[in-house]
C-alpha cells in the first residue's frame, strides 16, 4: 500500500494515481471502511462488511429449511441438568403471631366528676355546651332559630333554649304528573279554539321533539292562545327554532316558559329575535337550559336584544357577564316603568337600539308597538 509523506497537502496528491497502484483486496477493504452502516439508502448487502464468496449450493426453500430445522431440534438430547427437578419450599413458613388478650375486668365502674355535672345539667345547658364545643349537629334548625333569630330581647345573649331532640321533617307530598293530553291540546291549537288561553305541558315525558315542532308551527295561525308552558320537556335548538318561526307571525302569545331544556345560546338569541319582530310577548323563561355556559359573546347579544324591546317585563335567565346582566335590568325597569307612564299619561321612554332580525323576509322588524294603550 503507498504511504502519504508527511507536510505534503492532499490537493496536490494524484488520488487516481494512488488507487492504481491499490490491489483488488485493498480496494475492497477501502470501499468497506468508506461505506456507512446506518446509510438506508445503500442496500443491506453493501452495509455488511462480510462478504460471501462461495456460490449457492442450490435453490433456496423456505419451507423445507424450516421443516429441517424442526426436525434437527426434535431429535436432539435436552441438556442435562446440574440439579434435577423436586418440588420443595424453601424458606421459612410465615406463622401468624397470637396477639395478647387483655385482662377485662367485668364489674369495674369508671367515673369521674363531669359525669356528676352533666348528670345534673338541664336540657338548655346541654344544648349550650354542645354549640360551644362545635357539635353543631346537635342543634336542631328550631333551637337556633329561636337562639339567633327571634331572641332579640336577651341583648346579645346567644344561649339555645329547648330541648337537644330529634325535630321530625314535615313530610311534603309529591307533585301530581301532568296528564294534559298532547295530541288534543295540538289539535285545538292548530284549530285556532277560543277556549284554549292557557297550555300546561311542563314535565311531559313522553312528548317528541316532532311534537314539540309541531306546535311551533301552529303558534303561526294561533290567535288566542297567550299563555304556553314547555318547561322540562327536552326541547332543543331544533324545537327553538321551530318556536321563533311561529313567534315572528303570533301576536297574541304574552308567556312562553322553556326553562330546564336543552336550548344552547344560538337558539335563545333566535327566539329573542323572533319577540322584538311583534314585541307582543311580556315574559319569557329560559333558564337553567342544559348547556349552563352561553358565553360573553351570546349574552352580548342577549343583551341588545332586550335593549331593542319594548313589551318584556320578567325575563328568566342567569347572565354571568356583569355588563350584560346590568343591560337586561335596566332595559327590564324601563319597559316595567313604561306601563306606569302610560297609566299617568307621560312620555313612554323609547328603545335606545334598533330591532334587527335575520329571520324576517325583508330583513326589517316592524315597527314597535305604543305601550301607553
Known amino acids: 500500500m503507498a504511504v502519504i509523506a508527511k507536510g505534503k497537502d492532499l490537493k496536490d496528491l494524484d488520488v487516481d494515481g494512488l488507487l492504481s497502484k491499490l490491489s483488488k483486496a485493498e480496494l475492497e477493504d477501502l470501499q468497506n471502511a468508506l461505506i456507512d452502516p446506518e446509510e438506508s439508502m445503500i442496500p443491506p448487502s453493501d452495509r455488511c462488511q462480510y462478504k460471501l464468496s462461495k456460490e449457492p449450493a442450490g435453490p433456496f426453500d423456505r419451507e423445507k429449511l424450516l421443516e429441517y430445522l424442526e426436525d434437527k431440534a426434535k431429535n436432539e438430547k435436552d441438556w442435562e441438568e446440574a440439579k434435577p427437578y423436586i418440588k420443595e419450599t424453601r424458606g421459612k413458613i410465615y406463622e401468624p403471631k397470637e396477639e395478647k388478650k387483655l385482662p377485662v375486668a367485668e364489674n369495674v365502674q369508671v367515673g369521674s366528676d363531669w359525669d356528676d355535672i352533666l348528670a ?43 330541648e337537644v331532640r330529634y325535630e321530625p321533617c314535615t313530610p311534603f307530598t309529591d307533585e301530581e304528573p301532568n296528564l294534559t293530553d298532547v295530541d288534543d291540546s295540538l289539535r285545538r291549537i292548530c284549530n285556532n279554539s277560543p277556549s284554549l288561553k292557557e297550555l300546561n305541558l311542563n314535565n311531559i315525558k313522553g312528548i317528541t321533539i316532532d311534537q314539540l315542532c309541531e306546535f311551533g308551527e301552529a303558534l303561526k295561525t294561533n290567535t288566542h292562545l297567550e299563555k304556553l308552558h314547555l318547561a322540562n ?15 315572528f307571525k303570533n301576536k297574541t302569545l304574552k308567556l312562553l316558559n322553556l326553562e330546564s ?26 333558564a337553567n337550559q342544559r348547556p349552563q355556559i352561553l358565553g360573553v359573546k351570546i349574552e352580548t347579544e342577549i343583551a341588545e336584544l332586550i335593549r331593542g324591546n319594548a313589551s318584556l317585563l320578567r325575563f328568566g335567565i342567569f347572565l354571568e357577564a356583569r355588563n350584560a346582566r346590568i343591560v337586561v335590568n335596566d332595559c327590564l325597569k324601563r319597559n316595567n316603568d313604561n306601563l306606569r307612564r302610560g297609566r299617568v299619561g307621560e312620555e313612554i321612554i323609547r328603545p335606545t337600539s334598533e330591532v334587527r332580525s335575520p329571520l324576517v323576509d325583508n330583513g326589517k322588524a316592524e315597527a314597535l308597538p305604543d305601550q301607553s294603550n
Open 261 to 286: 331544556n336543552y336550548i344552547t345560546g344560538t337558539g335563545i338569541v333566535e327566539l329573542l329575535e323572533a319577540i322584538n319582530a311583534n314585541q307582543a310577548v311580556s315574559e319569557f323563561r329560559v
Open 233 to 247: 320537556t327536552m326541547s332543543n335548538d331544533k324545537v327553538a327554532k321551530a318556536f321563533a318561526a311561529g313567534l
Open 120 to 162: 345534673k345539667a338541664k336540657p338548655e345547658e346541654l344544648a349550650d355546651l354542645a354549640a360551644l364545643l362545635g357539635f353543631h349537629g346537635m342543634l336542631n334548625q328550631p333551637q337556633y332559630h329561636h337562639a339567633f333569630v327571634e331572641d332579640k330581647d336577651r341583648k346579645g345573649s346567644k344561649s339555645v333554649l329547648g
